[in-house]
């Protein structure tokens, strides 16, 4: 039988960096197969080949055994590609029915109610309902995801391509998710998932694809394989166990949050009534589903958004009002979320970039003058700390790879007197190894008396590396009950709110 | 995208600029040799060419530098022009009223303020609403323009004169002179004193270059030192690279962008000042041709250091001089114009390419 | 009342009819992403045309539609500087601006018939008029009815999500950018009827006052065109008062003349509501 998707010896380079190497893999109609790796294995590059967005310096993408060379997206839609990506591309000023529409519209003119009779026809089959006048900004994630599949429906897309679709979703919405992806493929439809959490390809998948660095190392059909067997393709070698964490009776400052309240960017309450004690030395895990006001409760804390009501303190010295400048002077880090937008001034050397948030310090000054020698020590520091990858310190950091920009911004957050280190999704575009090698750093300041809030999407990294875990759902902050503290269902529901 | 691809279709877009240029010049009837050499002329070729040329370049020295401090932290003034209407005429009433060497000083320093506080709307909007500042100033250099022009025209004018225009200043109140040539018989050149109407009025000045641009030079060396020295200086560029990266790093974006459109704004009312007590001598209705839009050429021109600002507005300066000679032999002076707008989108062009190559 | 109806209504309709028009040509392009500070000279540019072909030809037609093209031109221009060669969209607007002064200067200095003077011959006003009054209401139901309303609402909004679902932001910009350039050369051309001559730097701040009447219309067709209508009448109020003291006083014409820009300052101030620009504006 003819694979409905061929890929054939692709090979991709950006710069100096080889992202695809005589990748060749194929897949059948009517089937789930997951393309597997880490951050960085070059999945995701892979599948915008196929979706026509990067076009490969070498082989060739063959569709029912047809040779196609995209030029760009709307081609490959064309040929029946549907992709949806990690962040969505939903547009939130528009409506969900012109959403839905957008790139396949039914014709010069756009007539709402057959446009709508259509759209709700999808929907019933796959049993989802939309309010298809509403502004696609009032969706939830779950919603998104689901509007994002209708989309490809809309298009009548057979080769169905989800990007970390998971990633946003609580574990029962994943599991849903993963139900229409079924039904779709029974119905005809190929699709193909990038991920890199095993548990849900040994569910959920027929085939697994596994790349490590650019390169397929294995190609397996699941039922011949289970999570740990998968885990040992996508990381090469094994990982080296954490070591115990040491009992210290460090002393520090700690973090109090007392029923703070956040507003959202819409003028909703999106942290609503947090309170919430770290002590020196603890490592705490926030959980929840995207959106959730984690984001907010961060800005809130670094001083970037304002805190309606509640206070926040690092040791008995209330934060709440004060400006950012000073909660960094008290100790307060952070490693954001957006490290582009947020954490590194991307045309700057990596120099300028390790001092920025320290600037104001005593000995990186001399008066209101930039002490340069001192500044140049931070920054040695800083780069020595994770082994970030550089040529000089006065190249610009824009020419460091993703995960070395990470390790910087990281390294920087850690370093010089870190009290209350917050954390954003620390290891995004990291591999296994530097994750556990950042995870470790963190723990190693809290031992020296520091404390740290740490976000993920992931619950399970937040498991493997924190000492507690709490969930968010909706800005309102649950801990499991006694005996759930490490129950991975039992977060899972406080999550999405299923057990208020 | 290959780089070599950029490298031709960059190749295609001057060649494209160059061939409007010259289409230009074949248009204006006159042979482009002739009116190259005109312009050249008009600009280098005597000393009252150079006094012209230096006359023109010493506001863009200082609207060019107000622009580039915006630039700097990531904001675009566009109301340059409206900050030197605002400025030069307060220099003007407050040089007037006080008389003298008290007059000139206060009033350089009254010309900086009023060029400060004219951003303040834009500064505020943009910091606290979040609405544009290109929008804001925009509409301020409109105000700027038909609010001088209104009080020029009405309780400010002097009464004696026809056309809307402030009296003139003592030369007491005027920028003294660092050098000044006589050429009516011989050469005199003379150090110290202030520009003499007198002596102009019967054309036997020949050249003259007053405090303003050595100041502007110095100022701008200064600002250039503070952007990359000093801890403020780092937060401000800071912002202007990556404005939210700048608030997670503690910097006071909101304070920090009011206070950097005042501090452009105050360039530019000193650009004003110095055009009223070391040119003009007085306020009057169209006392700006357009400085302040030719000076956000000059940013760009000017390059990432701010001593680029100097050959810049040297350059847009003569440009704008020799021009008043190709006048003579009746090519219109929007020639200029266009050239100048040309080599913005020639510059901007360069450093896109510039700033790609980065990543 | 018949005062009203005979000499100030004609005139104020006059003056917003290029407002309007102008409006809606910044509406087409800021709505598709690209900021435009540039309706300003490209008003100026079509009306030089206009005046320059109209009188050498001696044909209003000829006119109207080269005063069009240069327009047009100009807004092409416009598009390859922001959309392919990526420059910043406020340096791109400032240096056509420049072009358009110099340009229109030198071209009129250049080639108007001194003997031929105050002969443009003029199109009936009323076509302008209709098309001012109907153009917002058409756009409206483009925007929110068709396909190419659909893509440049979502390429204004994100450019880089619209390529994702196969929308070429590029192109929907470039049709954009043509209607802008249609309705500013229109405004030009009825500019320049209006006047009946060319003078350098005639449209004296419209295209400013027109993108003021965008914002106060919170970047939608009709609310926009009723601002510019507003403003339209500030300026038929300034010339019907000037002169007669108001008040006891007597202002000055430019008290009216500045109220279309102090009053967008105070809208963005937030006294007037919130106004939200299109969220892809100015990005690649």
Redesign the interface.
């Given at each position: 039988m003819t694979p409905t998707v061929e890929f054939r010896a692709i090979s991709k380079r950006f710069g100096d960096v080889r992202a695809l190497e005589d990748v060749s893999m194929s897949v059948r109609q009517g089937e789930i197969h997951a393309v597997l790796g880490e951050n960085g294995a070059g999945k995701t590059t892979l599948m915008r080949v196929l979706y026509g967005?990067v076009r490969p310096d070498a082989g060739e993408v063959l569709l029912d055994g047809r040779a196609h060379a995209f030029r760009?997206?709307?081609e490959a839609?064309?040929a029946g590609v549907g992709?949806v990506?990690q962040h969505?591309?939903?547009?939130?000023?528009?409506t969900c029915l012109?959403n839905l529409?957008?790139?396949?519209?039914p014709?010069?003119?756009?007539?709402?109610r057959p446009s709508i009779d259509r759209a709700e026809a999808i929907a019933q089959r796959m049993g989802f309902q939309f309010d298809w006048k509403a502004r696609a900004d009032t969706l939830s994630p779950g919603g998104a995801q689901k509007l994002e599949i209708l989309?490809l429906l809309w298009r009548r897309s057979r080769i169905l391509v989800l990007d970390e679709p998971t990633a946003m979703l609580s574990p029962d919405d994943a599991d849903a998710l993963y139900a229409s992806l079924r039904q779709l493929a029974q119905d005809g439809a190929t699709v193909l998932v990038v991920t890199h959490r095993t548990r849900e390809v040994v569910t959920h998948c027929d085939r697994a694809t596994v790349l490590r660095a650019g390169r397929v190392v294995a190609s397996l059909d699941v039922k011949d394989a289970d999570a740990s067997t998968l885990a040992k393709h996508i990381i090469g070698h094994p990982l080296a166990e954490l070591p115990p964490r040491p009992m210290t009776n460090a002393s520090g400052p700690g973090l109090t949050l007392r029923s703070v309240w956040v507003k959202g960017d819409r003028g909703d309450d999106a942290v609503r009534g947090v309170d919430l004690r770290l002590e020196p030395g603890e490592v705490v895990g926030l959980a929840g589903v995207d959106g959730s006001g984690q984001r907010e409760l961060f800005q809130a804390l670094?001083?970037?958004r304002k805190i309606e009501r509640g206070d926040v303190l690092v040791g008995d010295r209330s934060l709440a009002h004060a400006?950012?400048?000073q909660?960094?002077a008290a100790g307060i880090r952070?490693i954001?979320e957006d490290r582009h937008?947020?954490?590194?001034?991307?045309?700057?050397s990596l120099e300028?970039n390790a001092?920025?948030?320290l600037?104001?310090r005593q000995e990186l000054?001399s008066g209101?003058?930039?002490a340069t020698g001192a500044r140049r020590r931070l920054a040695e520091e800083v780069v020595a700390r994770f082994d970030t990858r550089f040529g000089k310190l006065s190249d610009?950091i824009?020419?460091l790879s993703g995960g070395n920009q990470q390790r910087l911004v990281a390294a920087r957050a850690l370093a010089r007197d870190a009290q209350v280190i917050l954390a954003f999704q620390p290891a995004r575009g990291l591999d296994l190894d530097s994750t556990q090698r950042v995870y470790n750093a963190i723990r190693e300041a809290c031992d020296h008396g520091a404390c740290a809030l740490v976000v993920s999407f992931d619950l399970d990294e937040l498991l493997e590396y924190c000492g507690r875990v709490a969930a968010i759902y909706s800005g309102v902050l649950r801990s499991p009950g006694a005996g759930a503290e490490r129950d991975r269902y039992a977060i899972g529901r406080l999550m999405v709110g299923a057990d208020a | 995208m290959t780089k070599a691809f950029v490298g031709w279709r960059l190749i295609a877009l001057y060649a494209g600029l160059a061939l409007i240029v010259v289409l230009l010049l074949l248009g204006s009837g006159v042979q482009p040799a002739t009116a190259g050499a005109r312009l050249w002329e008009g600009a280098f070729g005597s000393p009252q060419a150079w006094r012209g040329t230096l006359r023109q370049m010493m506001p863009l020295l200082f609207a060019g530098l107000s622009v580039f401090i915006a630039l700097r932290a990531g904001l675009f003034n566009i109301g340059a022009e409206g900050q030197l209407l605002i400025g030069a005429l307060a220099t003007a009433m407050t040089a007037l009223t006080l008389q003298g060497p008290v007059g000139m000083v206060v009033g350089i320093v009254v010309g900086v303020l009023a060029g400060a506080l004219w951003t303040l709307p834009a500064g505020l909007i943009k910091a606290y609403r979040g609405g544009h500042e290109v929008i804001t100033t925009i509409m301020l250099n409109n105000i700027a323009l038909l609010v001088t022009g209104a009080l020029v025209a009405g309780p400010l004018k002097a009464p004696d004169k026809q056309m809307p225009t402030t009296p003139m200043l003592d030369t007491a109140a005027r920028l003294p002179s660092l050098l000044r040539l006589e050429s009516a018989n011989g050469t005199t050149w003379t150090f110290g004193s202030p520009e003499d109407p007198g002596i102009r009025a019967l054309g036997r000045l020949a050249f003259e270059m007053n405090l303003a641009i050595p100041l502007g030079v110095i100022l701008i060396g200064a600002f250039g030192w503070w952007l990359g020295r000093s801890v403020r200086g780092y937060e401000v560029g800071a912002m202007g690279e990556n404005p939210v990266a700048a608030r997670f790093a503690g910097i006071d974006t909101r304070r920090t962008t009011v206070a950097a459109l005042a501090a452009s704004g105050g360039a530019a009312g000193l650009g004003g000042a110095l055009l009223v007590l070391g040119q003009e001598g007085r306020f009057f209705a169209g006392f700006s041709p357009g400085y302040g839009f030719d000076a956000l050429g000059v940013a760009i021109l000017a390059g990432s250091s701010p001593l680029g600002i100097v050959p810049a507005a040297f350059v847009f300066g003569a440009l704008n001089k020799g021009a008043l000679s190709l006048q003579v032999i009746d090519v219109p002076k929007g020639i200029t114009g266009v050239i100048l707008g040309l080599l913005i989108v020639a510059f901007a062009a360069a450093r896109v390419r510039e700033a790609r190559n980065d990543d | 009342m018949t005062d009203f109806v005979r000499i100030f209504l004609p005139t104020a309709v006059s003056l917003a009819a290029p407002l309007m028009l102008a409006a809606m040509g910044g509406y087409l392009s800021e709505r598709s992403g690209v900021i435009n500070i540039a309706l300003e000279g490209k008003m100026l540019m079509a009306a030089c045309a206009a005046a320059l072909a109209a009188s050498s030809s001696g044909n209003a037609a000829a006119g109207v539609a080269i005063g069009i093209v240069a327009a047009l031109l100009m807004s092409g221009a416009h598009w390859l500087f922001t959309q392919v060669y990526r420059l910043d969209h406020i340096v791109s607007g400032m240096a056509l601006n420049l072009v358009a002064v110099g340009g229109s200067n030198f071209l009129n200095k250049r080639f108007t018939d001194l003997s031929a003077m105050g002969q443009i011959p003029q199109l009936p006003l009323p076509v302008y008029y209709a098309l001012a009054f109907t153009l917002p209401v058409a756009l409206l139901v483009i925007a929110t009815r068709t396909r190419p309303g659909l893509r440049m609402l979502a390429v204004g909004s994100d450019p880089a999500k619209s390529r994702q679902m196969g929308v070429e932001p590029l192109r929907v910009r470039l049709l954009g950018l043509v209607g802008t350039g249609l309705c500013t050369g229109l405004a030009g051309v009825l500019i320049v009827s209006n006047a009946g001559r060319f003078t350098d730097g005639m449209t004296g701040g419209k295209g400013y006052i027109a993108l003021a009447a965008l914002i106060l219309g919170r970047w939608r067709p009709v609310p926009a065109a009723a601002a510019a209508l507003l403003f339209g009448m500030f300026e038929a109020l300034q010339i019907q008062f000037q002169g007669t003291a108001l008040l006891g006083a007597r202002l000055p014409s430019e008290f009216w003349l500045c109220i279309p820009y102090v009053v967008t300052i105070v809208a963005m101030a937030g006294l007037l509501g919130h106004s939200r620009a299109p969220a892809g504006l100015g990005k690649p």
């Amino acid at each position: 039988m003819t694979p409905t998707v061929e890929f054939r010896a692709i090979s991709k380079r950006f710069g100096d960096v080889r992202a695809l190497e005589d990748v060749s893999m194929s897949v059948r109609q009517g089937e789930i197969h997951a393309v597997l790796g880490e951050n960085g294995a070059g999945k995701t590059t892979l599948m915008r080949v196929l979706y026509g967005a990067v076009r490969p310096d070498a082989g060739e993408v063959l569709l029912d055994g047809r040779a196609h060379a995209f030029r760009n997206s709307a081609e490959a839609i064309h040929a029946g590609v549907g992709m949806v990506s990690q962040h969505y591309s939903i547009i939130p000023e528009i409506t969900c029915l012109e959403n839905l529409m957008l790139g396949a519209e039914p014709g010069f003119a756009i007539a709402p109610r057959p446009s709508i009779d259509r759209a709700e026809a999808i929907a019933q089959r796959m049993g989802f309902q939309f309010d298809w006048k509403a502004r696609a900004d009032t969706l939830s994630p779950g919603g998104a995801q689901k509007l994002e599949i209708l989309k490809l429906l809309w298009r009548r897309s057979r080769i169905l391509v989800l990007d970390e679709p998971t990633a946003m979703l609580s574990p029962d919405d994943a599991d849903a998710l993963y139900a229409s992806l079924r039904q779709l493929a029974q119905d005809g439809a190929t699709v193909l998932v990038v991920t890199h959490r095993t548990r849900e390809v040994v569910t959920h998948c027929d085939r697994a694809t596994v790349l490590r660095a650019g390169r397929v190392v294995a190609s397996l059909d699941v039922k011949d394989a289970d999570a740990s067997t998968l885990a040992k393709h996508i990381i090469g070698h094994p990982l080296a166990e954490l070591p115990p964490r040491p009992m210290t009776n460090a002393s520090g400052p700690g973090l109090t949050l007392r029923s703070v309240w956040v507003k959202g960017d819409r003028g909703d309450d999106a942290v609503r009534g947090v309170d919430l004690r770290l002590e020196p030395g603890e490592v705490v895990g926030l959980a929840g589903v995207d959106g959730s006001g984690q984001r907010e409760l961060f800005q809130a804390l670094i001083g970037v958004r304002k805190i309606e009501r509640g206070d926040v303190l690092v040791g008995d010295r209330s934060l709440a009002h004060a400006p950012s400048a000073q909660r960094i002077a008290a100790g307060i880090r952070l490693i954001p979320e957006d490290r582009h937008l947020e954490g590194v001034i991307e045309r700057w050397s990596l120099e300028a970039n390790a001092m920025l948030g320290l600037q104001r310090r005593q000995e990186l000054r001399s008066g209101p003058w930039v002490a340069t020698g001192a500044r140049r020590r931070l920054a040695e520091e800083v780069v020595a700390r994770f082994d970030t990858r550089f040529g000089k310190l006065s190249d610009p950091i824009a020419s460091l790879s993703g995960g070395n920009q990470q390790r910087l911004v990281a390294a920087r957050a850690l370093a010089r007197d870190a009290q209350v280190i917050l954390a954003f999704q620390p290891a995004r575009g990291l591999d296994l190894d530097s994750t556990q090698r950042v995870y470790n750093a963190i723990r190693e300041a809290c031992d020296h008396g520091a404390c740290a809030l740490v976000v993920s999407f992931d619950l399970d990294e937040l498991l493997e590396y924190c000492g507690r875990v709490a969930a968010i759902y909706s800005g309102v902050l649950r801990s499991p009950g006694a005996g759930a503290e490490r129950d991975r269902y039992a977060i899972g529901r406080l999550m999405v709110g299923a057990d208020a | 995208m290959t780089k070599a691809f950029v490298g031709w279709r960059l190749i295609a877009l001057y060649a494209g600029l160059a061939l409007i240029v010259v289409l230009l010049l074949l248009g204006s009837g006159v042979q482009p040799a002739t009116a190259g050499a005109r312009l050249w002329e008009g600009a280098f070729g005597s000393p009252q060419a150079w006094r012209g040329t230096l006359r023109q370049m010493m506001p863009l020295l200082f609207a060019g530098l107000s622009v580039f401090i915006a630039l700097r932290a990531g904001l675009f003034n566009i109301g340059a022009e409206g900050q030197l209407l605002i400025g030069a005429l307060a220099t003007a009433m407050t040089a007037l009223t006080l008389q003298g060497p008290v007059g000139m000083v206060v009033g350089i320093v009254v010309g900086v303020l009023a060029g400060a506080l004219w951003t303040l709307p834009a500064g505020l909007i943009k910091a606290y609403r979040g609405g544009h500042e290109v929008i804001t100033t925009i509409m301020l250099n409109n105000i700027a323009l038909l609010v001088t022009g209104a009080l020029v025209a009405g309780p400010l004018k002097a009464p004696d004169k026809q056309m809307p225009t402030t009296p003139m200043l003592d030369t007491a109140a005027r920028l003294p002179s660092l050098l000044r040539l006589e050429s009516a018989n011989g050469t005199t050149w003379t150090f110290g004193s202030p520009e003499d109407p007198g002596i102009r009025a019967l054309g036997r000045l020949a050249f003259e270059m007053n405090l303003a641009i050595p100041l502007g030079v110095i100022l701008i060396g200064a600002f250039g030192w503070w952007l990359g020295r000093s801890v403020r200086g780092y937060e401000v560029g800071a912002m202007g690279e990556n404005p939210v990266a700048a608030r997670f790093a503690g910097i006071d974006t909101r304070r920090t962008t009011v206070a950097a459109l005042a501090a452009s704004g105050g360039a530019a009312g000193l650009g004003g000042a110095l055009l009223v007590l070391g040119q003009e001598g007085r306020f009057f209705a169209g006392f700006s041709p357009g400085y302040g839009f030719d000076a956000l050429g000059v940013a760009i021109l000017a390059g990432s250091s701010p001593l680029g600002i100097v050959p810049a507005a040297f350059v847009f300066g003569a440009l704008n001089k020799g021009a008043l000679s190709l006048q003579v032999i009746d090519v219109p002076k929007g020639i200029t114009g266009v050239i100048l707008g040309l080599l913005i989108v020639a510059f901007a062009a360069a450093r896109v390419r510039e700033a790609r190559n980065d990543d | 009342m018949t005062d009203f109806v005979r000499i100030f209504l004609p005139t104020a309709v006059s003056l917003a009819a290029p407002l309007m028009l102008a409006a809606m040509g910044g509406y087409l392009s800021e709505r598709s992403g690209v900021i435009n500070i540039a309706l300003e000279g490209k008003m100026l540019m079509a009306a030089c045309a206009a005046a320059l072909a109209a009188s050498s030809s001696g044909n209003a037609a000829a006119g109207v539609a080269i005063g069009i093209v240069a327009a047009l031109l100009m807004s092409g221009a416009h598009w390859l500087f922001t959309q392919v060669y990526r420059l910043d969209h406020i340096v791109s607007g400032m240096a056509l601006n420049l072009v358009a002064v110099g340009g229109s200067n030198f071209l009129n200095k250049r080639f108007t018939d001194l003997s031929a003077m105050g002969q443009i011959p003029q199109l009936p006003l009323p076509v302008y008029y209709a098309l001012a009054f109907t153009l917002p209401v058409a756009l409206l139901v483009i925007a929110t009815r068709t396909r190419p309303g659909l893509r440049m609402l979502a390429v204004g909004s994100d450019p880089a999500k619209s390529r994702q679902m196969g929308v070429e932001p590029l192109r929907v910009r470039l049709l954009g950018l043509v209607g802008t350039g249609l309705c500013t050369g229109l405004a030009g051309v009825l500019i320049v009827s209006n006047a009946g001559r060319f003078t350098d730097g005639m449209t004296g701040g419209k295209g400013y006052i027109a993108l003021a009447a965008l914002i106060l219309g919170r970047w939608r067709p009709v609310p926009a065109a009723a601002a510019a209508l507003l403003f339209g009448m500030f300026e038929a109020l300034q010339i019907q008062f000037q002169g007669t003291a108001l008040l006891g006083a007597r202002l000055p014409s430019e008290f009216w003349l500045c109220i279309p820009y102090v009053v967008t300052i105070v809208a963005m101030a937030g006294l007037l509501g919130h106004s939200r620009a299109p969220a892809g504006l100015g990005k690649p």
